[in-house]
Nanobody, 114 residues
Framework: VQLQASGGGLVQAGRSLRLSCRAS????????MGWYRQAPGKSRELVAR???????DYVESVRGRFTISRDNAKNTVTLAMNSLQPDDTAVYYC?????????WGQGTQVTVSS
């Protein structure tokens, strides 16, 4: 499975961005899809993930500001990021896990200026 992410960029604090990730083939809705991020000097952290039958998971720092959604017909997962803060600056990676294997997109840079 290949994952192609898009939508990063440079924005001012308080503004919004939308990240999208398209998979190269259909992924069963029960497999998680989501987003991790890695800021300079920090370890990679889960931002949000979604799979059928469960509420989406969010890291506490983005809860209420970010919304993850998924279109299984289009093999895409989207992260709507509102009220962005400088601490959200990171490379964002989409991912999925299928039968114990993790697949990662190439990463997209999000930079939030104060």
């Amino acid at each position: 499975v290949q994952l192609q992410a898009s939508g990063g960029g440079l924005v001012q604090a308080g503004r919004s961005l939308r990240l999208s990730c398209r998979a190269s083939r259909s992924i069963w809705s029960g497999n998680p899809m989501g987003w991790y991020r890695q800021a300079p000097g920090k370890s990679r952290e889960l931002v949000a993930r979604i799979r059928s039958g469960r509420d989406p998971d969010y890291v506490e720092s983005v809860r209420g500001r970010f919304t993850i959604s998924r279109d299984n017909a289009k093999n895409t997962v989207t992260l709507a990021m509102n009220s962005l803060q400088p601490d959200d600056t990171a490379v964002y990676y989409c991912y999925t896990r299928i039968e114990g294997h993790e697949y990662w997109g190439q990463g997209t840079q999000v930079t939030v200026s104060s």
